[in-house]
């Protein structure tokens, strides 16, 4: 029987592995993305040695309403890895309200709504999995990203309360806090200042895409049926 995963984020670095590991594994996949249509494409084509399914959803979730383009185009559903996300640097006296507002949109507010309408299809099953990747400054918060923090501890605070909510009804919640993480998502940093990063972590190295992904999937896998409401730090014992 078919396993169908929904997957934001999946043109990034991150979630590109998402995506590899689960079809691995056997997933179909629903595959989100916003601009990068490229990146899906070569996507796509390295998924073809597997034998799911895998549909691309475009939909822009910092946008309002903009999560509603992924629900309508979910059918069958087993399991939800909210992976979709952006950095914000910066002095908060130097924010903006629209700034703020597609912050917000992309990693609290679109992940809560697409959650609520997509839940169901879970419930209906009595099982299934939901994963947020947070981060490590949404549990210890980082000066020059304090919107940005604020938004991922609201997504740890999602997973401990929705994870008491639905697990009598066979649904885990958990969330995965990377640190540091080798994407693009680090390319305005010199390699000075990545350095100096690598020296603060225990492991003396940054986390691979493969790294969060092998996490995701454990979550999602039964070797974890008792495990809900947790935040698995994916760190190298850079914040414990």
Not at 41 to 64: N, T, V
Not at 72 to 77: G, H, V
Request: net charge negative.
């Amino acid at each position: 029987m078919k396993k169908f995963a929904l997957v934001t984020g999946a043109s990034g670095g991150i979630g590109r592995a998402i995506s590899i590991k689960l079809a691995e594994e056997g997933y179909s996949l629903y595959l989100h993305y916003n601009q990068n249509r490229q990146a899906i494409d070569r996507l796509m084509d390295s998924l073809q040695e597997f034998s799911g399914e895998y549909m691309p959803i475009q939909a822009d979730l910092a946008a309002k309403d903009g999560y509603k383009k992924i629900a309508e185009n979910i059918f069958s559903l087993d399991a939800i890895v909210h992976n979709s996300g952006s950095s914000q640097y910066g002095l908060l006296t130097e924010l903006t309200e629209a700034e703020t507002e597609k912050l917000m949109n992309l990693h609290v507010t679109s992940p809560l709504l697409l959650t609520k309408e997509l839940l169901p299809k879970l419930l209906k099953k009595g099982s299934g999995n939901i994963v947020v990747v947070s981060s490590i400054w949404g549990q210890t918060g980082a000066a020059c990203e304090v919107a940005y923090s604020t938004a991922k501890g609201a997504q740890i605070a999602f997973v401990k309360a929705l994870s008491k909510e639905v697990a009598l009804n066979g649904v885990k919640v958990n969330a995965v806090a990377p640190g540091a993480v080798q994407t693009a998502m680090l390319n305005d940093f010199t390699e000075e200042e990545l350095e100096t990063v690598k020296s603060e972590i225990p492991m003396g190295r940054l986390a691979l895409p493969e790294d969060i992904a092998s996490s995701v999937s454990f979550l999602l896998s039964d070797k974890s049926s008792y495990i809900t409401g947790q935040v698995l730090a994916v760190n190298g014992g850079w914040y414990t």
